[in-house]
């Protein structure tokens, strides 16, 4: 099975930023604990909007389905939901534009 890369969106809830980013800042270490995502280098960034992009390469295509099933994923997954939505790439002004530029976000 080939790996796939995933453009992973997060809009923080009003006052939420900080916290978001804690969130973030974990997800990436248990999603490699697990051995679910490669060991290529993430990338992050943020749109004009707040919207971050967590940019990463799961191992497999069935790894995503995995991280569903895994109760120490959810847990990131379940927290990120109560402060942030998941918008789709295509809601993105950035997106809409033949080469979208991003704010770089160091991890």
Do not use: C, N
Not at 51 to 66: D, G, M, N, P, Q
């Amino acid at each position: 099975m080939k790996p796939e890369v995933v453009f992973a969106l997060y809009r923080p809830h009003a006052g939420k930023d900080a916290e978001l980013r804690r969130l973030i800042v974990q997800h990436l270490p248990v999603l490699r604990k697990l051995e679910l995502v490669t060991d290529r280098p993430a990338i992050l960034v943020r749109a004009k909007d707040g919207t971050y992009i967590e940019v990463f390469e799961w191992r497999t295509e069935e790894s995503a389905k995995l991280a569903h099933e895994h109760p120490e994923v959810a847990r990131v997954w379940e927290a990120m939901g109560q402060i942030a939505d998941f918008p789709a790439l295509d809601s993105l002004e950035e997106a809409k534009q033949r080469f979208s530029h991003f704010e770089p976000v160091a991890i």
